[in-house]
């Protein structure tokens, strides 16, 4: 399927702000070491849970059909010196992940304040948030030895991606695993705004018993506006198509539809037809209050709106005049342009200014971004994202990256006991590689593979018959290149 603009999969979250070009100085712990890590990526960590297959997790060129020798276990740190900070109760799945790694694991249930995040993550290797963590330069800046970032949800927005690749940290997340659980959360809206369930049960909490009929509706028949066709959108498409439901959709490029879906060639034309929209797109300029007046006006009167994507992209202003004056007759909304950093009672007009107006209205459901939290989802997205981690620190995998280019290997094995795994993260300009490769002229490269992104490249080499003094020799050559950003060695 085509990656859009607008779906709500898109690896880069939007980010793209001018950041200084100069590399940061900092010293990354590395120690290089002859002992063997327990661990293998070729094969799962703990074979007995079910997990998605890579297809799932969206990582299909990491299928490796294993033949001949066993494969070599890597560790580039000492294992009890790799310390990894997992914010916002990120789920145990991933946590176990980690743990069985013998890294250092600290786990905590909420996201920190900028100052307390900055001084507790000096000595961190590997960071795990979710989305209210704010990882901006300043806070990058502060991880001396940070060298990948784990985001355990869809959206990146929340991590200065730029800055993070410009000073050779790799971000990860999950864009497929909470997918299924948002458009289930879709479908349960649908059918509680068209029969006003919230404000009957709401009712009867009061006492009050109000059975009526009064612009209640069944769904089958009606028609589903989905804006942005991507994973959630796509899906839910398929399960509404089931109750009857017909399904068209609008996104900035042509893509396959599912079952008997039509995609529309523009959002007005969408606005104009559908009986229910919902949002399912990115957190980018071109989102930003996509649904406002101008857009409720051409809606259908007595129309509904749903939003799980992401807070900006209503004009929540708007959306409750159109309320008052009956044109949009419910609304179910699952994000807010600002949103409480924990549990408790914060959805006040201190956070956002019409948080009270909102409350007032009638058919209204407010959740707080609750789209993908399920268990399944969460044990999932854990999971995923744990591994991609653990492949990136002990092996250099950088396949399903948001920031970095795909770059990967065959594992080594058993066979090759004194190879050696170099990967140089630097800045990409002419002459980069000639250079490195005089480095290694000395040894035999049996493999390597460099792709670029931006201002930043990544060159993975594999070089044989490596002795220990030899090894560091290659590191402080490699680190004396000017235009070096990263330097890891696998052992």
């Not at 940061?24 to 960590?45: A, G």
């Not at 990582?59 to 066993?70: D, K």
């Not at 705004?193 to 009712?203: I, V």
């Not at 058993?414 to 005089?438: C, S, T, W, Y």
């Amino acid at each position: 399927m085509a990656v859009s603009a607008l779906t709500e999969n898109l690896k880069n979250g939007g980010v793209g702000r001018d950041i200084p070009q100069n590399p940061l100085t900092r010293e990354v712990s590395r120690s290089i070491t002859h002992q063997r890590s327990s661990f293998s990526y070729s094969t799962s960590p703990e074979a007995a849970r079910h997990r998605p297959s890579f297809h799932e997790s969206g990582s299909p060129f990491l299928i490796r059909t294993m033949t001949g020798a066993a494969p070599k276990k890597l560790q580039p740190f000492r294992e009890q010196d790799i310390k990894i900070l997992l914010l916002e109760n990120v789920n145990k799945t991933g946590q176990d992940v980690l743990r069985e790694q013998g890294y250092q694991v600290e786990a905590l249930k909420s996201s920190l304040p900028e100052d307390q995040l900055i001084e507790k993550i000096k000595d961190v290797h590997v960071l795990g948030i979710r989305s209210k963590t704010k990882l901006n330069s300043r806070v990058l800046a502060a991880a001396k030895n940070l060298i990948v970032v784990g985001c355990f949800c869809i959206g990146t927005n929340q991590v200065d991606l730029k800055y993070a690749a410009d000073h050779g940290i790799c971000v990860f997340n999950s864009p497929f695993s909470n997918s299924r659980s948002v458009a289930e959360l879709i479908i349960a809206e649908i059918i509680c705004l068209a029969r006003q369930l919230g404000d009957r049960s709401n009712e009867m909490h009061q006492g009050i018993w109000n059975k009526v009929s009064a612009k209640c509706w069944e769904v089958r028949g009606k028609t589903l506006g989905i804006v942005g066709y991507g994973h959630i959108g796509s899906q839910l498409s398929v399960l509404t198509e089931s109750m009857g439901m017909r399904v068209i959709y609008y996104d900035v490029v042509n893509l396959m539809s599912m079952g008997t879906a039509h995609q529309v060639s523009s959002l007005d034309e969408l606005l104009k037809g559908a009986d229910f929209v919902t949002c399912h797109v990115p957190e980018l300029p071109e989102t930003k209050n996509m649904i406002s007046t101008k857009e409720f006006e051409q809606m259908k009167q007595g129309s509904y709106l749903i939003n799980a994507s992401r807070g900006s992209v209503v004009d929540i202003p708007a959306l409750i005049e159109a309320m008052k004056s009956g044109k949009i007759a419910g609304a179910a909304l699952d994000v807010y342009p600002s949103e409480p950093a924990g549990n408790g009672d914060y959805f006040t007009n201190d956070l956002n200014s019409w948080a009270e107006d909102l409350r007032r209205l009638k058919n209204i459901i407010l959740t707080p971004h609750i789209g993908g939290s399920t268990e399944e989802a969460q044990s999932a997205i854990g999971v995923e994202v744990a591994e991609s981690l653990v492949r990136y620190v002990n092996e250099g995998v950088t396949i399903g990256a948001v920031n970095m280019p795909e770059v990967t290997l065959r594992s080594l094995t058993m066979d090759e006991p004194d190879h050696a795994r170099v990967i140089f993260i630097h800045q990409n300009v002419p002459g980069v590689l000639g250079r490195v490769n005089k480095v290694l002229s000395d040894h035999n490269v049996d493999k390597q593979m460099s792709d670029s992104r931006g201002d930043m490249a990544y060159m993975m080499a594999d070089i044989s018959n490596v002795k220990q003094a030899e090894i560091d020799t290659l590191y402080r050559d490699l680190e004396g290149l000017k235009e070096r950003i990263i330097t890891r060695i696998l052992y």
